[in-house]
């Protein structure tokens, strides 16, 4: 699962609607979907701990395995 930060209004497989500006945890398939339709952006939102993005786009360091921070 990603947590995402929506851009504009969605409504996602359970009716469930969510606004913009919301963030939801999506899976990897519902992700490339609401990227394609410009629901969400690359490098869009924080993460669920508030941590910044550090996806494509980031500017933000990686800091998993193989970084020299870990």
């Known amino acids: 699962m990603v947590y995402v930060k929506l851009e504009s ?6 009716g469930v609607n969510h ?3 919301e963030s939801v945890d999506v899976d990897a398939a519902t992700l490339a979907v609401l990227q394609a339709e410009g629901i ?3 490098g869009s939102g ?3 701990d508030t941590t910044d993005w ?3 786009g980031s500017t933000t360091a ?3 395995p193989g ?3 870990v």
């Not at 209004?9 to 359970?14: G, L």
């Open 9 to 14: 209004d969605w409504t996602d497989a359970d």
């Open 54 to 56: 550090a996806g494509p």
């Open 40 to 42: 969400v952006s690359e």
């Open 67 to 69: 970084s020299a921070g």
């Open 19 to 21: 606004s913009a500006g």
């Open 62 to 64: 990686w800091a998993g």
């Open 46 to 48: 924080g993460g669920k």
